[in-house]
């Protein structure tokens, strides 16, 4: 019998078509981020990623995405300071101060491409400063701790470490997830260790997203609000969160969302 996690390898031809998916994603993300800017409505740059997305012949995946309580309602997530994740575009106006998580998936020849960036809007606090810059490493040293087949375990490890030493939380209601032909397929990634993840590999030619969200304060998150998606801090504290779409390869790991414009590995906020 072929073993169940052979279907999660992917073969070099299929690597090849999530490299695809992700470079347009990434292309996306620079392209939206002139929107993301003091008066803009998240709704705005919803609207920029919807046509873009359409004009290039592909397909947002977040749009009529299927949840507990329905279908997600537009082509992006964003999600203003203490919304965790799964914030939906509306006719709130970006002020200075706010950070906002925008989170683009686009469907390319069948295959998807996810990513995520905090973006800091004008000057911020200290604190909101912080926590961006913690997501932001935490991600980079989860992704600095893969090896081939390397455990689960390393990026929960890499992530809790990193915001042991400001003090933040981190969520685990929300993880990480195998990606490929299907938005969010197995394995689950955890952003801390669970026993689960001590018990399982990453192997070559598998691809899976890790997106660390990083709360000031406590890591616990609410219950979704009322529009069914919305997802905020418990104690209504900042909460900042970056993801790359990642393939592990025979030599590593292998990050396909990278943007040219975007903050490289090692950036300072
Ligand atoms: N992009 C999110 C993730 O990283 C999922 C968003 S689902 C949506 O997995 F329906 F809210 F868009
Ligand atoms: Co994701
Ligand atoms: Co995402």
Redesign the pocket.
Known sequence: MIPKQRSLQLSPHERDAMRAACQFNARLLDAVRPCVVPGATTESIDRFVHEYTLDHGHTP??LG?Q?ERGP?PKS??TSVNDVI??GIPDSYELQPGDIVNV???TIVNGWFG?Q?ETFLIGEVSDTARAVTQCSFDSLYLAIDALTPDCKIAVIGEAIVKEAAKYGFGVVDKYVG?GIGRR??QPPNIPHVPSSDTYRKRLSPGMCF?I?PMINAGSGEAGNTERDG?TVRTVDRQLSAQF?HTILMTEDGPEILTLTQLGPAKGHKF
């Open positions: 995946a977040c995405y949840g997600f992006c997530c994740c799964h989170d683009l998936t996810d995520s997830h938005f969010h997203t997106e998606w993801e």
